[in-house]
């Protein structure tokens, strides 16, 4: 079974420029999640979709942030314009369903806003 | 509020001997997960351990073990025979039904096993 994909790995970009991070969730999980992860922080999470409904997205600085998951499978969050400060790691993960099971996590998106 | 602390920053360890990762929550709801994951330096997070709040039996996965005191609210990580590839960052994480469900991590403790 195939896990959590993101791409890119790493991304280099000037500040104000915009972003795009994607990710592709476990097959059948219908839970998604954006992270943001600091150096030597926990995640922190950005938005958390059921199928293609965004339930929370209340940690998401929606003035420069955006997120879609149109079919209800893989999911892209945005940035624009990005800030020095965005520089962080982005973690995309799944999990199957409501119950209190664990989420499996994709290798992240290292984003260097220079 | 849900949350998670992890007092210790930094553990060192010497391979072959076990040790102890501290993590206390707070919650006042009654049905939740606690769980453990490692992230090395290539940065993916790996999940390790799972107990349920309803769980009567400390989890075990290998050479981890979870140390569930309910009433302390804590929920310690155990590594026995530390091995050189243990040395990593590891996170302890609660998901709460009466909180959407979200995930909540702590601070992370950072491992160094010793050869």
């Known amino acids: 079974e195939a896990g959590v994909v993101q791409s890119p790995r790493y991304k280099i970009i000037e500040k104000k420029q915009p972003v795009a991070f994607w990710c592709n969730p476990i097959?059948?999980?219908?839970?998604l999640y954006w992270y943001l992860q600091n150096l030597g922080q926990g995640p922190e999470l950005l938005i958390r979709?059921?199928?293609?409904?965004?339930?929370?997205d209340s940690q998401l600085p929606k003035d420069r942030f955006s997120a879609e998951r149109l079919k209800g499978v893989d999911s892209t969050l945005k940035i624009q314009p990005a800030e020095l400060g965005d520089s962080a790691v982005y973690l995309c993960?799944?999990?199957?369903?409501?119950?209190?099971?664990?989420?499996?996590f994709g290798p992240g998106t290292r984003l260097t806003v220079t | 509020a849900q949350k998670i602390t992890q007092t210790q920053p930094g553990m060192f360890v010497q391979e072959k001997e076990a040790v102890t990762l501290d993590c206390t929550y707070d919650?006042?709801?009654?049905?939740?997960?606690l769980f453990w994951y490692k992230q090395p330096s290539s940065g993916e997070m790996i999940f390790l351990i799972y107990?349920?709040?309803?769980?009567?039996q400390n989890a075990t996965e290998g050479r981890y073990s979870l140390n569930f005191q309910k009433a302390r609210k804590s929920a310690n990580l155990v590594i026995s025979a530390s091995q050189l590839g243990d040395s990593a960052m590891y996170f302890c994480?609660?998901?709460?039904?009466?909180?959407?469900?979200?995930?909540?991590f702590g601070p992370g403790t950072r491992l160094s096993v010793l050869p």
């Open positions: 107990q349920g709040s309803y769980d009567e």
């Open positions: 919650t006042s709801d009654q049905s939740y997960g």
């Open positions: 993960a799944s999990s199957p369903g409501t119950s209190l099971g664990e989420q499996y």
């Open positions: 979709y059921e199928n293609e409904e965004a339930v929370d």
């Open positions: 097959s059948g999980h219908n839970t």
């Open positions: 994480a609660m998901r709460v039904r009466g909180y959407g469900q979200n995930f909540v």
